[in-house]
């Protein structure tokens, strides 16, 4: 769960940093037309899925398939910065899209998957996020929180919760794969050429805003042995062997690109992942900031998504290892403060 005292933290900083932004402006620089436009690109992570109300709202023609929440972080950090302004007002454009690969954000065009009120046919193709935001020289902010579809790191822990159901390895499959599959060392790779290609992207669409590039929480926890493989509300029949080599291997090592990446352009990353260490899918149900692959979700959210998996057996969502509402106030902190510092070096 949150505790007040972060909150309370970053409420005077976001004060503190305010106050700071309007001393910087000159008298009566603030307006209904003089505003900060601020971007939000990426994947589920970002988007939210089923934290809040939906974005648009359910039934509304506007929607698009992406999943968007209000009470994913976007939306949390927008009202913060809407109750103590920067100097200026901030105008969120929220383009995020569930299962967004690093692709889907400068380069190629998404076909969404939502599995909530999907029209006849499924969903159409939506323009790439950068297109989509309206990024240009006014853009004063782009946060970016996207890579985990490109591994894809879902399909990694799918196979690995379906081999440990027969105590098989899937760091063994991922390390030395079937002829014609990459390994996991040539994922990563390919993930940091990918990231690359993309942040060039952004910054050729946005030449003058700040970037920021947003990291992955601790899904899974320091000691796997914590982990019940009974349980599909933290990530279930997944071997202890194999919940530590997806932690310190594949997402660890996904976070260590996007970092090295962001620090190469000059940009800014935030670390997510160390703040949440301690409230990863296998703890108990009111300190994990990570659902598992079965959790507590809104009731527009479904308990199926496909025949293999039907949470209805234990009451559940299927929430897919994805943050929670308390997962997604963390990086909002964490998101504003750095929005906040960049806006204050424009």
């Known amino acids: 769960m949150r505790h007040p ?24 620089s603030a ?58 007002l901030v105008r969120l454009t ?16 998404q076909t969404p998957i939502s599995p909530v009120q999907p029209p006849e046919g499924g969903w ?22 996207v890579g985990g579809n490109s591994l894809p790191f879902g399909d990694i822990l799918t196979k690995c919760l379906t081999l440990g159901v027969v105590n098989k390895s899937c760091r063994d499959h991922y390390t030395n794969p079937p002829e014609g ?58 071997t202890h062997a194999d919940v530590d080599w997806l932690r310190d291997d ?6 260590s690109t996007i970092q090295r990446v962001t620090d190469f352009f000059g940009d800014r990353y935030v670390d997510i992942y160390s703040s949440s260490v301690g409230h990863d899918a296998c703890q108990p149900a009111d300190e994990k900031w990570v659902e598992g692959v079965c959790g507590n979700a809104a009731d527009y959210w479904p308990s199926k998504i496909n025949a293999a998996l039907d949470c209805a057996i234990v009451n559940k969502r299927a929430t897919l290892v994805h943050p929670n509402a308390a997962g997604h106030a963390n990086t909002a902190n964490h998101v504003e403060r ?9």
């Open 5 to 28: 005292a972060p909150r309370l933290r970053a409420g005077v900083l976001a004060v503190g940093l305010a106050l700071a932004a309007s001393a910087l402006l000159p008298a009566g």
């Open 94 to 109: 929220n383009v995020s899209c569930g299962n967004a690969s690093i692709p889907h954000i400068a380069s190629s065009k």
């Open 181 to 238: 599959e990459e390994s996991i060392t040539e994922r990563l790779a390919r993930v940091q050429d990918e990231y690359i290609e993309m942040l060039v992207g952004v910054h050729q669409a946005a030449p003058n805003a700040k970037v920021i590039t947003v990291g992955y929480p601790a899904v899974l926890p320091d000691d796997a042995g914590t982990c019940n493989r009974l349980a599909l509300t933290e990530v279930g029949m997944t």
């Open 250 to 255: 594949v997402l660890k090592q996904l976070n």
């Open 338 to 346: 750095a929005i906040r510092i960049a806006l204050l070096e424009r």
């Open 31 to 88: 307006g209904a037309a003089d505003q900060y436009e601020w971007a939000a690109l990426g994947d589920s992570y970002t988007a939210g899925g089923f934290v809040g109300e939906p974005l648009p709202a359910l039934g509304d023609p506007a929607r698009d398939g992406c999943d968007r929440t209000s009470d994913a972080y976007p939306g949390v950090v927008q009202r913060e910065l809407e109750e103590f302004p920067p100097g200026k």
């Open 124 to 145: 159409p193709a939506v323009d790439t996020q950068v297109k989509r935001a309206g990024l240009n020289e006014d853009t004063d902010v782009v946060t970016i929180g």
